[in-house]
């Protein structure tokens, strides 16, 4: 049995119309959002042994203020592929991994939602900052596939709020 965690980047900035998709940084929103997230995870006591990162500055925003509010000290990898990723590229990025039983993956959407519905055959509406728990019924990653997992839940910021 795998753990997958699933946390879209907090909202972001479409402030300056000058900077690249890739550059935008959080809004005051997303800052707010993004360490409630980190509450979640700490309070729920979830110990994901790897991140998987989006390297946009948004995500990585996300990551730093997620970290700082949920303690976790899990090994970090950015890969550039979770950027604009389809749910079969994520799934790709996901079967690659090894020796770890829990995940944490940071992205987009519509990337992130196409994913958990892909795995677990529900439709459940993936706002910035939500944070899905999937129970993968798998012993090694590259098994990962559609059905291959069953929601546990999902929190939205706003739920929080």
Request: hydrophobic share 40%; proline share 4%.
């Amino acid at each position: 049995m795998k753990q997958l965690y699933l946390l879209r980047h907090a909202k972001s900035s479409w402030d300056d119309i000058e900077l690249d998709d890739f550059d935008r940084p959080l809004n005051g929103r997303g800052k707010k959002a993004a360490p409630l997230m980190g509450k979640v995870i700490r309070e729920k006591k979830l110990k994901p042994e790897l991140i998987v990162c989006s390297p946009s500055k948004r995500t990585k925003q996300t990551l730093k203020l997620v970290l700082e509010a949920s303690d976790l000290k899990s090994t970090v990898e950015f890969d550039s592929r979770i950027y604009e990723a389809s749910a079969e590229e994520l799934l790709t990025v996901l079967q690659e991994q090894k020796k770890v039983d829990a995940i944490l993956l940071i992205g987009h959407n519509p990337g992130m939602e196409n994913l958990l519905t892909k795995l677990t055959g529900e439709h459940e509406h993936f706002p910035t900052a939500a944070l899905a728990a999937i129970d993968l019924n798998i012993e090694k990653w590259n098994a990962i596939a559609g059905g291959a997992g069953e929601m546990r839940w999902v929190i939205r910021p706003r739920e929080l709020e």
